[in-house]
């Protein structure tokens, strides 16, 4: 059995940093087509697997926890910004009890009392922000501010929210600064954000600590938000979770949501500012589905207006905001169907948007085309249960469990799908529902008072492959024009 082919580089150690950092899609693409779809790069020292296409997903995805893992691969990144004992700093067994409490404040009966919450934020941001009769904005930032607020007040509850305007907001910011590759790549660097964000997290903990003290004494009043279960969730010995851990998952939990959100949800408003015929196709929509004053929806309402999901589903295919999903290899990993195996200490990488934007899956690939989703809307799909661990005694490397819908099914949950902007497996993502309606309900709210173009000086923005999450290069200037009814 051999290693994967290396991939040619130039600096020794340094690797293959530049490129990849320069465009890594590209950089995956290029390789992949003179070595195909498992290859090897080197970055400062490490060893990086690259595994493509649906069979490279699945791998990754389907990895069983005993061969390669994310908390090794991922927590010196996410330890600073979430703090201890949370989602990369415990054992995977834990991870998936965290990830079941904070799924119970994520039902569809909370999602339902989170819309209105969603909209009056909605509301107040463009009243407080949105003077003019017309302006350029990074919309980027605007959206971010929007997806703060409203996930902060829905999810933790308004008394966050309403210190949101004292100065933590600010101290969300410099959190998310240490979110970068660099903090990955030079995990033994003493990198100044570290310290800003260990004071942030400090000065956090302290907020949400009153918080949960005032909300524990108010026993009469039933707050339905995931705070509520973090505070109430109970062990199976009768254990409940610590202050410090309530408060660091809540952050955990703000934080995987705030960039992915921000950038799908303002990558959707730049490709409708940058055609107008859509944007003006999913205006109408919405007044025939609601009429033509369109009144605010409520959970049932956003199904009959299926445009906004397949504006949301295009975003998430072209401009995954997640590009490189990480795994650590801790046991050799042989490679089905080749004579290849990963070295333990290496690390997997698979990147779903290059299945995304296949032509073998996605006929014109680089268009955005909502339309193609036309026949995937509104499928009740239900998550497959990843919770339970794997039975690591076995000798592939494959979980199993994970159904196989075939290739061509592209709205299916399988790892074996070439659409998986949120993952799969074990590791696959929690608040899929609640940012599509999230999304859906901010550019409802956002399309309704107001008409978009794209800054003709400045066109339509590059995404910035610089950050963890793939943002529109700043500023992502738009033209907002308030309409008039
Ligand atoms: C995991 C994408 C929004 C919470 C993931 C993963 C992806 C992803 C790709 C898998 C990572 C991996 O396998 O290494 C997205 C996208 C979002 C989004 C594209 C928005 C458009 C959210 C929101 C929340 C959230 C709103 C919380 C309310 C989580 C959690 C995990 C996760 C807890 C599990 C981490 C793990 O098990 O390792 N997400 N996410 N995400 N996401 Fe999201």
Same mark, same amino acid.
């Given at each position: 059995?051999?290693?994967?082919?290396?991939?040619?580089?130039?600096?020794?150690?340094?690797?293959?940093?530049?490129?990849?950092?320069?465009?890594?899609?590209?950089?995956?693409?290029?390789?992949?087509?003179?070595?195909?779809?498992?290859?090897?790069?080197?970055?400062?020292?490490?060893?990086?697997?690259?595994?493509?296409?649906?069979?490279?997903?699945?791998?990754?995805?389907?990895?069983?926890?005993?061969?390669?893992?994310?908390?090794?691969?991922?927590?010196?990144?996410?330890?600073?910004?979430?703090?201890?004992?949370?989602?990369?700093?415990?054992?995977?067994?834990?991870?998936?009890?965290?990830?079941?409490?904070?799924?119970?404040?994520?039902?569809?009966?909370?999602?339902?009392?989170?819309?209105?919450?969603?909209?009056?934020?909605?509301?107040?941001?463009?009243?407080?922000?949105?003077?003019?009769?017309?302006?350029?904005?990074?919309?980027?930032?605007?959206?971010?501010?929007?997806?703060?607020?409203?996930?902060?007040?829905?999810?933790?509850?308004?008394?966050?929210?309403?210190?949101?305007?004292?100065?933590?907001?600010?101290?969300?910011?410099?959190?998310?600064?240490?979110?970068?590759?660099?903090?990955?790549?030079?995990?033994?660097?003493?990198?100044?954000?570290?310290?800003?964000?260990?004071?942030?997290?400090?000065?956090?903990?302290?907020?949400?600590?009153?918080?949960?003290?005032?909300?524990?004494?108010?026993?009469?009043?039933?707050?339905?938000?995931?705070?509520?279960?973090?505070?109430?969730?109970?062990?199976?010995?009768?254990?409940?979770?610590?202050?410090?851990?309530?408060?660091?998952?809540?952050?955990?939990?703000?934080?995987?949501?705030?960039?992915?959100?921000?950038?799908?949800?303002?990558?959707?408003?730049?490709?409708?500012?940058?055609?107008?015929?859509?944007?003006?196709?999913?205006?109408?929509?919405?007044?025939?589905?609601?009429?033509?004053?369109?009144?605010?929806? %409520? &959970?049932?309402?956003?199904?009959?207006?299926? +445009? $906004?999901?397949?504006?949301? !589903?295009?975003?998430?295919?072209?401009?995954? *905001?997640?590009?490189?999903?990480?795994?650590?290899?801790?046991?050799?990993?042989?490679?089905?169907?080749?004579?290849?195996?990963?070295?333990?200490?290496?690390?997997?990488?698979?990147?779903?948007?290059?299945?995304?934007?296949?032509?073998?899956?996605?006929?014109?690939?680089?268009?955005?085309?909502?339309?193609?989703?036309?026949?995937?809307?509104?499928?009740?799909?239900?998550?497959?249960?990843?919770?339970?661990?794997?039975?690591?005694?076995?000798?592939?490397?494959?979980?199993?469990?994970?159904?196989?819908?075939?290739?061509?099914?592209?709205?299916?949950?399988?790892?074996?799908?070439?659409?998986?902007?949120?993952?799969?497996?074990?590791?696959?993502?929690?608040?899929? %529902? &609640?940012?599509?309606?999230?999304?859906?309900? +901010? $550019?409802?709210?956002?399309? !309704?008072?107001?008409?978009?173009?794209?800054? *003709?000086?400045?066109?339509?923005?590059?995404?910035?492959?610089?950050?963890?999450?793939?943002?529109?290069?700043?500023?992502?200037?738009?033209?907002?024009?308030?309409?008039?009814?």
């Amino acid at each position: 059995p051999n290693e994967p082919p290396v991939v040619h580089y130039w600096i020794p150690f340094i690797g293959s940093l530049i490129e990849l950092g320069i465009h890594p899609l590209e950089f995956m693409r290029k390789n992949r087509e003179k070595y195909g779809d498992y290859y090897t790069f080197l970055m400062f020292g490490r060893r990086m697997s690259v595994c493509l296409g649906v069979e490279g997903n699945s791998l990754v995805f389907n990895a069983k926890q005993s061969y390669a893992n994310a908390e090794d691969a991922y927590v010196h990144l996410t330890k600073p910004v979430f703090g201890e004992g949370v989602i990369y700093d415990v054992p995977n067994s834990i991870l998936m009890e965290q990830k079941k409490m904070a799924k119970s404040g994520l039902s569809t009966e909370n999602l339902k009392l989170y819309i209105p919450i969603i909209i009056d934020e909605v509301n107040l941001y463009l009243d407080e922000n949105w003077t003019k009769d017309s302006d350029v904005v990074d919309i980027f930032k605007a959206v971010s501010e929007m997806i703060i607020m409203t996930a902060s007040h829905c999810l933790i509850g308004p008394e966050i929210r309403a210190q949101l305007h004292t100065g933590v907001a600010d101290l969300y910011h410099t959190l998310d600064a240490s979110f970068t590759p660099i903090h990955f790549l030079f995990e033994w660097l003493p990198l100044p954000s570290y310290y800003s964000c260990e004071a942030a997290h400090k000065e956090l903990f302290k907020i949400f600590s009153k918080i949960i003290e005032t909300r524990k004494k108010d026993v009469d009043n039933k707050h339905e938000d995931m705070l509520d279960q973090f505070i109430n969730y109970k062990f199976k010995n009768g254990d409940k979770l610590s202050d410090q851990k309530v408060a660091n998952m809540s952050i955990a939990i703000l934080m995987a949501g705030q960039h992915t959100s921000s950038a799908t949800s303002a990558w959707t408003l730049l490709n409708l500012a940058n055609n107008h015929k859509l944007l003006e196709e999913t205006y109408k929509d919405m007044q025939d589905a609601m009429g033509k004053d369109l009144p605010y929806p %409520q &959970f049932d309402d956003l199904k009959k207006i299926p +445009i $906004l999901e397949c504006l949301v !589903k295009e975003t998430l295919r072209l401009r995954n *905001p997640i590009i490189q999903i990480l795994r650590k290899v801790t046991q050799p990993i042989a490679i089905p169907g080749t004579n290849y195996v990963i070295q333990k200490g290496s690390y997997l990488l698979s990147s779903p948007t290059v299945t995304q934007t296949d032509s073998k899956y996605f006929p014109d690939p680089e268009k955005y085309d909502p339309h193609r989703w036309d026949d995937f809307v509104s499928v009740e799909t239900t998550n497959t249960d990843n919770d339970t661990p794997s039975k690591d005694n076995k000798a592939s490397v494959v979980d199993e469990g994970d159904v196989d819908y075939g290739f061509g099914n592209i709205n299916s949950k399988s790892a074996k799908s070439p659409y998986l902007p949120f993952g799969a497996g074990r590791h696959r993502c929690i608040g899929e %529902q &609640f940012a599509f309606v999230q999304i859906r309900t +901010i $550019l409802y709210t956002m399309l !309704k008072r107001f008409d978009f173009e794209l800054d *003709p000086k400045r066109g339509m923005p590059q995404p910035d492959y610089t950050s963890m999450v793939i943002l529109p290069t700043a500023p992502a200037s738009i033209k907002y024009i308030r309409r008039k009814n």
